[in-house]
């Protein structure tokens, strides 16, 4: 059966000016094999390529040698490995939309399943992100159980008990406003990157999709 571990991911903006997001990601305890994917999807019912935006993956074990890793097809990777492999690569986003990502010198937002590989048979192990080279000024913002103490150009930790749960929380990193509100009976997180405009008006039109939806 599978091995059963916190699969640990770290996202580099080091390079917001380039678009570029370097991607660190540890599977610990892998058996002979390692097979990895990029996902096909992201909130719309569209199957899309996420993979072509993805530039020099490569691996290695614990010791830091390389490995040898294999391209089975557009969206999938084979690794011949035991114990930790550490896979690295970088992936270009620099498209605005909530169905898409985006790194450019204002802020971050970020679709984890546009960005993040995953283990087929092990997508509902626990998983753990980190952000790393923020900017002073911004902040981060995401719907995941927070855990650690942020230093230096790191976030704290974030994490989830699966994959599909880290990749069904959206990340806003940059200058925003947020603010809360009761909808629905229960608390509502708003974040705004740029103009907020009227935001009685948005309030108010969220506070009605919120009540109707509950």
């Given at each position: 059966?599978?091995?059963?571990?916190?699969i640990d991911?770290a996202?580099?903006?080091?390079?917001?000016?380039r678009?570029?997001?370097?991607v660190?990601?540890?599977?610990?305890?892998?058996?002979?094999?390692l097979t990895?994917?990029?996902?096909?999807?992201n909130?719309?019912y569209?199957i899309r390529?996420f993979?072509?935006?993805m530039m020099?993956?490569?691996?290695?074990?614990?010791?830091?040698?390389?490995l040898?890793?294999?391209?089975?097809?557009?969206q999938?990777?084979?690794?011949?490995a035991n114990?930790n492999?550490t896979i690295n690569?970088a992936?270009?986003?620099?498209?605005?939309?909530?169905?898409t990502?985006?790194?450019?010198?204002?802020?971050?937002?970020?679709n984890?399943?546009m960005?993040?590989?995953?283990v087929?048979?092990?997508r509902?192990e626990d998983?753990?992100?980190?952000?790393?080279?923020?900017?002073?000024?911004?902040?981060?913002?995401?719907?995941?159980?927070?855990?650690?103490?942020?230093a230096?150009?790191?976030?704290?930790?974030?994490?989830?008990?699966?994959?599909?749960?880290?990749?069904?929380?959206?990340?806003e990193i940059?200058r925003f406003d947020e603010y809360?509100?009761?909808?629905g009976?229960?608390?509502i997180?708003?974040?705004v990157h740029?103009d907020?405009?009227?935001?009685?008006?948005?309030v108010e039109?969220?506070?009605?999709?919120?009540?109707y939806?509950v």
């Amino acid at each position: 059966s599978p091995a059963h571990a916190t699969i640990d991911y770290a996202v580099s903006l080091s390079h917001p000016e380039r678009h570029v997001l370097g991607v660190t990601m540890i599977v610990p305890k892998v058996r002979q094999q390692l097979t990895l994917q990029m996902p096909a999807w992201n909130g719309l019912y569209q199957i899309r390529d996420f993979s072509s935006h993805m530039m020099q993956v490569a691996a290695k074990d614990d010791e830091g040698h390389p490995l040898a890793i294999r391209k089975l097809d557009k969206q999938t990777w084979s690794v011949a490995a035991n114990g930790n492999v550490t896979i690295n690569y970088a992936i270009l986003w620099d498209e605005p939309g909530p169905f898409t990502s985006q790194l450019n010198p204002d802020h971050a937002f970020l679709n984890l399943a546009m960005l993040l590989l995953y283990v087929p048979d092990r997508r509902t192990e626990d998983t753990k992100v980190v952000f790393e080279d923020v900017p002073d000024s911004w902040r981060v913002a995401v719907e995941l159980e927070a855990t650690g103490v942020a230093a230096g150009h790191r976030s704290g930790a974030y994490v989830a008990p699966s994959y599909d749960a880290l990749v069904d929380a959206p990340v806003e990193i940059g200058r925003f406003d947020e603010y809360h509100i009761e909808a629905g009976g229960k608390p509502i997180r708003i974040v705004v990157h740029g103009d907020s405009g009227d935001r009685s008006r948005l309030v108010e039109s969220l506070k009605r999709i919120v009540d109707y939806e509950v």
